[in-house]
């Protein structure tokens, strides 16, 4: 099989690569735009690989990407390339809305007009796999029922907004031009190479630097946590086995407060970096109250129960192994994550300011 893969040089996308070319025998090809967020050094374990190769392209450019349709002739395709960072997309939505909507619709016009050309059957399977949020759910405050598949869209973010767009998108053109579409909505993700703007890793250098661990109001804010290599082999399950036409939520079964999660990635460190920077008693003491994010939402939990009846599928770790791997791994991997801080992969426009779940 020949796998198209958008923003593959993300986190989320970059994890998908290294699963496939890791595991599988399978062709990829990854398409990416190399924006702040996207890093190949995140794939250099996978990058002599003859079964792997990148083309630095942008979504929005329909004759670039229509080329790379027509000379890689994939079997499927995975759409994870996105703008994704809620503060981003509170000071700035412009970027948003042209990569996370003009951009899905752009491919979805290409994939039709290639998909006419090459006249797939029904033997060949073709998957336009477009990956998501639950954000696109808006906010789980004061009730306790978790995000189906059949949840209605309440987004309240700019982000999440333009993320719903982007699924109706796919299901419209689903429906109405008869293209082969699975959707995913997935709940927060974490792990190794993660970009350093996310709650997790930014806590964990920030602490290693002895810098405020800065938490948004009072830090109750409750997430259901993924561990990306999970996320990665769930994808990949749901592209091969998933029904054409439908939708998943994929889980981590991990509910935590922001809060929880930060004293937790302090304990972690007590014990994994003792050795800690000068005048400071507890990486704990560090923890700083900053005034809330406009419309922040309370809380994400995903129902997954679906992709484990229907296909088989259920997360490996849990969350106290992950943040432990997650933890160890930006211990043992200074290199990668200086290179990024220090500006020799590209940054974010504004630079690094609050962190994000």
């Known amino acids: 099989m020949k796998i198209l893969i958008t923003g593959g040089a993300g986190f989320i996308g970059s994890a998908v690569i290294r699963h496939i070319v890791n595991n599988t025998k399978h062709q990829v090809l990854n398409i990416d735009k190399l924006t702040y967020a996207g890093n190949l050094s995140s794939l250099q374990s996978v990058e002599s690989s003859p079964n ?5 392209i942008d979504i929005c450019d329909s004759k670039a990407f229509q080329k790379a349709l ?13 703008e994704s960072h809620v503060d981003k997309s509170i000071d700035s939505p412009d970027d948003f809305i042209m990569t996370n909507i003009f951009g899905t619709y752009s491919m979805l016009e290409c994939t039709r007009k290639y998909l006419a050309k090459f006249n797939f059957n029904d033997e060949d399977r073709f998957v336009f796999h477009h990956v998501s949020t639950d954000e696109v759910y808006g906010d789980l405050d004061g009730t306790y029922k978790l995000f189906t598949e059949d949840t209605s869209y309440q987004p309240s973010s700019p982000y999440s907004a333009t993320k719903a767009s982007s699924d109706h998108l796919v299901r419209a053109w689903g429906r109405t031009f008869n293209l082969p579409i699975i959707i995913t909505n997935c709940s927060n993700n974490y792990g190794p190479f993660h970009f350093p703007e996310k709650l997790i890793p930014h806590m964990i250098l920030n602490a290693l630097d002895g810098k405020p661990l800065p938490v948004y109001g009072d830090g109750l804010q409750v997430r259901d946590w993924l561990y990306v290599e999970d996320h990665a082999e ?15 939520n994929i889980g981590g079964h991990n509910q935590k407060t922001n809060l929880e999660v930060v004293n937790q990635i302090c304990r972690l ?29 309370k809380h994400y939990a995903i129902d997954a ?27 043992d991997n200074e290199l990668w994550w200086q290179d990024v801080l220090s500006g020799k992969y590209k940054l974010n426009r504004q630079g690094f300011s609050k962190s994000e779940e």
């Open 52 to 56: 792997y190769s990148f083309s630095q």
């Open 70 to 82: 027509n000379e890689f002739q994939p079997n499927a395709i995975m759409h994870l390339a996105a």
């Open 234 to 248: 769930a994808l990949f399950t749901i592209l091969c086995n998933g029904e054409l036409g439908n939708t998943y």
């Open 269 to 297: 460190l007590e014990e994994l970096a003792p050795n800690k920077p000068k005048n400071i008693k507890n990486y704990s003491d560090l923890i700083t109250h900053v005034n809330d994010r406009p419309g922040h939402d």
């Open 305 to 331: 129960s679906k992709l484990t009846t229907e296909i088989g599928w259920m997360p490996s770790e849990t969350f106290d192994s992950g943040l432990r791997k997650t933890v160890r791994w930006f211990i």
